[in-house]
């Protein structure tokens, strides 16, 4: 089955631009027409759907989000990234990237000087 594993720093300051990794083990981030995103979910929050990457390398964002981030993708190391710019407080959250059924063990981020 797919695994996917988060990696990125835990704190992050105001106006910095966070940046996460998903590496993808037993999956082809170019193959089977899917769709790898990148969730969140703030504290006390429900989850919110940031973006995507698909098979063809298109990405798509969440609107209220979307002038801030952006999606890419290393198919030689089969990952792809978030990078969020200008972050507040309010980007704290769990970030988990996600295909199918399949979800990453999340990683935490807080956004605090």
């Known amino acids: 089955q797919v695994q996917l594993q988060e990696s990125g720093p835990g704190l992050v300051k105001p106006s910095q631009t966070l940046s996460l990794t998903c590496t993808v083990s037993?999956?082809?981030?170019?193959?089977?027409?899917?769709?790898w995103s990148w969730i969140r979910q703030p504290p006390g929050k429900g989850l919110e759907w940031v973006g995507n990457i698909d098979y063809w390398g298109t990405t798509y964002y969440t609107p209220s989000l979307k002038s801030r981030t952006s999606i890419s993708r290393d198919t030689a190391k089969n990952q792809f990234t978030l990078q969020l710019s200008s972050v507040t407080p309010e980007d704290t959250a769990i970030y988990y990237c996600?295909?199918?059924?399949?979800w990453g063990q999340g990683t935490q981020v807080t956004v605090s000087s």
């Open positions: 996600n295909v199918q059924q399949y």
């Open positions: 037993n999956g082809s981030i170019t193959g089977n027409n899917y769709y």
